[in-house]
């Protein structure tokens, strides 16, 4: 997602500044070219040195630099930036960038560059709250400018409250997310489901299964990167769900069918990559079940399929999780849930399916060809399976024999 594209970083005199210094080296790390401008209370606090060696390359503070081999530095990096973040951002320089000041290198930078924006602001939380701050807030985001934070916690000065740096994984979401806003799934409505659901026997127990969740947060993330609104439902899960979009936490098939009913009404995609348990406890006991010494029975009834039940013109993209028979039991499914789209993975192999960062899939869809995938990445996966829900959507626009639909 940003290999190759260039972010102009703009960091500002803010205590949050050696965050800044991650954030660029872990930028870098994903393969985008950094240009770093700093103002001159920056540099008081953090060498331009120290950000010149992790983005290998000159960090401009000077508007009128005469060493400089870019010659109009503003003009030259505004041009090459593909996304313009200042993070951290004081109070002060949001309020020369929400007025279009332009009296030092950042926000002269700033001013110059077409791309999309990005702060994220970082100060004590009395001067965050100030009025004034929050009138240049605003006036940013009316400019279209994606405001990431600030987090509550605890500040600098010792108190808590509004005003602590996003996280920096929270800010390179937004960034790939503003990366994406041109994407192919731009203007779409994606509801994804992940993870596992839990169905409880007693107040200490539950029924569940050994998914990860990590399939459907890696569809999840791809989606956003490429410009969807995204919805992901999710059951309980060991790792946290991406940033950037709208998360509904549920634990039963129940609240699950709730939650996917009322996000995929209206969106264009429903993916339904979690591990929905097929049945619950007929009754949940109220009181911990005590060993008496003897067997016990469970009496389970049927959930209800969710996929199955999604009505509407919307593209289902259902998983199919197979021990045996991978091909024609996907197959099966394909037909009885009436699915656009199937992803079918044999759960046995040991690189892939529950709980692994790989993936070995066959798609399968009505009226095409099967594709079988090589061993990847679940985010590549990811992306192979969106290719597809792009194909389908514009399929849908278009109707199968070019003809547009009412
Ligand atoms: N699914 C669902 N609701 C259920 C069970 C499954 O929506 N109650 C969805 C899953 O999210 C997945 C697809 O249906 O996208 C297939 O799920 P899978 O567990 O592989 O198959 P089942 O339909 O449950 O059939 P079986 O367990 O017999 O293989």
């Known amino acids: 997602m940003l290999q190759g594209k260039g972010v102009l970083l703009g960091v500002t005199g803010s205590i949050a500044i050696y965050k800044a210094v991650d954030l660029a080296s872990k930028l870098v790390q994903l ?76 926000s002269t930078t700033f001013l110059a560059a077409s791309c999309p924006h990005l702060v994220a602001p970082a100060m004590d939380s009395v001067m965050f709250q100030h009025p004034t701050t929050q009138e240049n807030l605003a006036r ?28 920096l994984e929270k800010i390179i979401a937004a960034i790939r997310g503003a990366l994406g806003r041109g994407g192919d799934l731009a203007g779409r409505q994606v509801v994804v489901t992940a993870g596992g659901t839990q169905e409880p026997i007693d107040p200490v127990r539950y029924i569940g299964n050994r998914s990860s969740g990590k399939m459907g947060f890696a569809l ?66 109220a009181a911990k079940i005590k060993k008496a010494g003897e067997a016990v029975t469970l009496r389970l009834v049927l959930n209800p399929d969710i996929l199955k039940e999604v009505r509407g013109d919307i593209v289902r993209v259902g998983f199919a999780a197979e021990s045996e028979e991978l091909e024609a039991n996907a197959q099966k499914k394909l037909l009885e849930k009436r699915l656009d789209l199937i992803v079918a993975n044999d759960i046995t192999a040991p690189d892939s399916g529950f709980g692994s960062d790989t993936n070995r899939v066959v798609l399968i869809a009505p009226g095409r060809e099967i594709e079988r995938l090589p061993l990847l990445l679940k985010t590549q996966v990811a992306h192979r399976v969106l290719d597809r829900v792009v194909e389908l959507l514009m399929r849908r626009v278009v109707g199968p024999a070019g003809i547009e639909r009412p």
Not at 154 to 163: F, N, Q, T
Not at 255 to 272: F, H, P, R, S, T
Request: charged share 20%; hydrophobic share 50%.
């Open 31 to 106: 393969g985008a070219p950094v240009d770093v401008v700093m103002t001159a209370s920056a540099t008081k606090m953090v060498s331009p040195i120290t950000f010149q060696a992790i983005v290998h390359g000159r960090v401009a503070t000077d508007m009128f630099d005469p060493t400089s081999e870019l010659g109009m530095d503003h003009l030259a990096l505004a041009r090459r930036a593909a996304v313009a973040v200042v993070a951290p951002a004081t109070a002060n320089t949001m309020a020369k960038l929400a007025l279009g000041l332009a009296d030092d290198v950042l």
């Open 140 to 167: 940013l985001k009316a400019q279209g400018w994606l405001v990431v934070g600030p987090d509550y916690g605890r500040l600098a000065s010792g108190e808590v409250g509004p005003g602590r740096l996003a996280p």
């Open 220 to 285: 999840a993330e791809a989606a956003r990167d490429r410009g969807a609104s995204v919805s992901l439902i999710a059951g309980p899960t060991s790792i946290s769900p991406p940033p950037g979009m709208a998360v509904v936490m549920v634990t039963t098939a129940l609240e699950m069918k709730e939650a996917v009913q009322k996000e995929a009404a209206g969106a264009d995609v429903l993916i339904m990559a979690a591990a929905v348990a097929d049945f619950r406890a007929e009754e949940i006991a």
